[in-house]
């Protein structure tokens, strides 16, 4: 049975103060206009909590009754007015803060998205192979969200909150009796704990919630996907029985983290209630006794509601910290990660003139275990052509992830004219090669995008000029669009052919010394192979040229033909030369040929 793969969740196992360390240099490169934003913070912060003061004192003065009745409507104004300016102080510095730590959370945003992208490409090719498309994505997506959720809960919600805490706390414990404050603190402490209690508690419903969430909507596009085999089965019952069984999974989670919400919120607000009511009546002793009027009273009401309206959030500002740090961790675990091929630190440009390409004893391996390729030793001299055959499985293809340094030798070396390529930088090493590869993967962009890919400074006549010489003049004249014709993802909308002829197209305009064809002809039918024969042949006039081939009737005109088995040449020589000696070559060539004849007589 098919399996689907569990979201991953917060773990422990990580160190947050470490990674945000890490990433602090993202916020800090704008450290003035995070000095601002906190000032508005703390002014905004202050405002609020002079309010409630502002109120007390207006209560106290219409309480009071000495006042005459005249100075009753005067005395309270400067007040009122004072208690208005605090209330538009308070909004006007929190969108200041807003205003001035957009541009460092987007910043720092962008930056580390373009960071990981770029890390991303310096990765191996052996990374890429071991990931998905989709695991990649989430790592872009990741290196944006984490460190945005993280600088929004801090800013927006967490260092507000302990501003205002600091600040009505100094303000108790100066004014009133340490009672009143001890009970507050009791009350925000007991309020804190249960908080981050049940919240922990409640996260584990909530992943097996996404779990099943993902696992039944996973299912159902995999069976909409594969619509046809699903028909062809009479399978639709058990499709639909397992969706249903990860959807009961799906709203049994769901009630329990209803009922686990409730229990959260009816416990805060029973905390609440209970120490408020423990304060109020400490409040309203004080006030019988002299020590303290209404407009203390007032004021302590006001102030405990102003601390636990931000508390309120506490348990899904705790969980989304937590999502955030693990994100963060995954992030930071991904850039420590570091690139397999790197440059030698005297690296030089690859000074390419002739263009002769040498293995030198080439012996690779993943590991120990799996050997690739022992002992290959062959030359290509400028301007040649020599092609290399074998059974699936030979290692034609790692000869090309070698020679453009995807992987590291591990024994041997390559050279190019005579330079070894582990000692040259790996851009001017693949500016110096172009590739013809099996699947030619487009961008889902126009043509004229896709073939000026090979020279992004390329003019129009240029583009045009290598799509003729790939024969894609009747594809162009035959499109609305021409060069504008969007292709789609994967190059979608092209036939086998068309890509091809494309990707020659794109080689042709790099115009490189060394070309290499990766089985660019395996793919097509027979009539599309004789059409790209002729291209490949203009693309590789004045080249050096190596042809990893499937089909050795597209190599017969190889200078040299170099024929490997598990891993190692077993065979070198013209065409001709292999057919007399009647090696492995002649095996391959007389199946092939009878293949060749039986399709034929088919059609």
Not at 236 to 263: F, I, N
Not at 440 to 451: E, G, K, S
Request: a negative charge.
């Amino acid at each position: 049975m098919r399996s689907y793969a569990r979201q991953e969740e917060p773990h422990g196992n990580r160190d947050d103060f470490a990674n945000l360390k890490k990433l602090s240099p993202y916020v800090w490169r704008y450290s003035r206009r995070v000095a601002l934003a906190l000032a508005c913070l703390l002014i905004a912060k202050l405002a609020t909590v002079c309010i409630p003061l502002v109120l007390k004192s207006i209560i106290d003065r219409l309480d009071s009754a000495s006042l005459q009745e005249n100075l009753l409507l005067v005395a309270p104004m400067g007040l009122l007015l004072a208690y208005g300016a605090l209330r538009l102080a308070g909004g006007i510095f929190n969108e200041l803060r807003d205003i001035l730590f957009a541009r460092v959370r987007y910043s720092a945003m962008h930056q580390m998205s373009v960071d990981v992208l770029e890390h991303l490409h310096r990765l191996s090719l052996r990374f890429h192979l071991e990931r998905n498309t989709g695991g990649i994505s989430r790592d872009l997506e990741r290196g944006t969200r984490s460190l945005a959720s993280v600088l929004n809960l801090l800013v927006f919600s967490i260092l507000p909150t302990i501003a205002e805490f600091t600040l009505v706390g100094a303000i108790l414990l100066v004014r009133y009796d340490w009672h009143l404050m001890a009970a507050i603190m009791v009350t925000v402490a007991a309020y804190v704990a249960f908080t981050l209690l049940i919240s922990k508690w409640r996260m584990s419903f909530r992943h097996e919630m996404n779990k099943h969430d993902s696992e039944a909507n996973g299912r159902a596009i995999d069976s909409l996907l594969n619509y046809e085999t699903v028909k062809y089965f009479n399978n639709e019952d058990m499709e639909r029985d397992y969706y249903h069984e990860k959807l009961d999974s799906w709203r049994s989670a769901g009630l329990k983290t209803q009922v686990s919400l409730s229990a959260l919120n009816f416990g805060q607000g029973a905390i609440v209630t209970i120490g408020v009511t423990v304060i109020m009546i400490l409040s309203a002793k004080e006030v019988a006794a002299g020590n303290i009027t209404i407009g203390d009273l007032v004021l302590i009401n006001a102030l405990m509601l102003q601390l636990f309206i931000p508390l309120s959030i506490l348990g899904s500002v705790y969980r989304q910290l937590q999502y955030s740090l693990a994100d963060m961790d995954l992030v930071i675990k991904l850039l420590d990660k570091p690139p397999e091929i790197n440059d030698v630190d005297d690296a030089l440009p690859l000074d390419v003139k002739a263009g002769e390409v040498c293995f030198r004893n080439v012996s690779f391996h993943y590991n120990e275990d799996r050997k690739i390729l022992e002992q290959v030793d062959f030359k290509i001299p400028a301007g040649h052509k020599l092609a290399v055959v074998g059974p699936s499985g030979s290692g034609k293809s790692t000869l090309v992830r070698l020679l453009f340094r995807f992987y590291e030798v591990t024994d041997g070396s390559i050279e190019i004219d005579g330079q070894s390529i582990s000692q040259c930088t790996q851009q001017s090493l693949r500016r110096a090669i172009g590739i013809v590869p099996q699947d030619t993967v487009l961008f889902n962009d126009t043509i004229r995008y896709n073939i000026a890919y090979a020279k992004t400074d390329a003019t129009d006549e240029e583009v045009i000029a290598a799509a003729n010489s790939a024969d894609l003049g009747d594809l162009l004249s035959r499109l609305p669009d021409g060069l504008d014709t969007v292709v789609g993802e994967r190059g979608l909308k092209l036939s086998g052919g068309e890509k091809q002829r494309l990707a020659i197209s794109r080689v042709i305009l790099k115009a490189p010394r060394i070309i290499v064809f990766d089985e660019a002809t395996s793919s097509l039918d027979s009539q599309s192979e004789r059409a790209i024969l002729g291209a490949l042949d203009k693309a590789s006039s004045n080249a050096t040229t190596m042809v990893i081939a499937h089909r050795l009737s597209t190599v017969v005109d190889a200078d040299t033909i170099v024929v490997m088995e598990n891993g190692r040449i077993v065979e070198s020589g013209s065409h001709t030369d292999l057919l007399t000696d009647e090696g492995l070559y002649h095996r391959l060539w007389q199946m092939q040929q009878s293949k060749d004849q039986d399709i034929n007589s088919v059609e």
